[in-house]
């Protein structure tokens, strides 16, 4: 039993920046991996970001490459992703997500989830 708690969600100006957290807690084992999840209506969930807790190594969804960062507060236990140049195309509902194993872009991988946090982008 464990629990994701995110926030940090809101309504920017393309070009702006966000960042959002995701607390874990409550965890026996340790969680190999940590992502960030979007999705709007009408379309399938896919992965944003995602990060290997032990040594750090991430990967990104190709269209927020050089404008989106993950990365782990190891003390908080605690996942970031800082989202930079912001586009109307980025507004989703943003989830956090947990998995013991692999980590990967597909949802089902993952076992653990956030509540979902609202980023809007106006242009």
């Known amino acids: 039993q464990g629990q994701l708690v995110e926030s940090g969600g809101g309504s920017v100006q393309a070009g702006g920046s966000l960042s959002i957290s995701c607390a874990a807690s409550g965890y026996r084992g340790r969680i190999a991996c940590l992502a960030w999840f979007r999705q709007v209506p009408g379309k399938e969930r896919e992965g944003v970001a995602s990060i290997v807790t032990a040594g750090g190594s991430a990967i990104y969804l190709d269209s927020v490459k050089g404008r989106f960062s993950i990365s782990l507060d190891y003390a908080a236990n605690t996942v970031w992703l800082h989202m930079n140049d912001l586009k109307p195309e980025d507004s989703a509902m943003y989830y956090c997500?947990?998995?013991?194993?692999?980590?990967?872009?597909?949802?089902?991988?993952?076992?653990?989830w956030g509540q979902g946090t609202q980023v809007t982008v106006s242009s």
């Open positions: 997500a947990a998995a013991t194993r692999i980590c990967s872009r597909d949802a089902s991988n993952y076992a653990y």
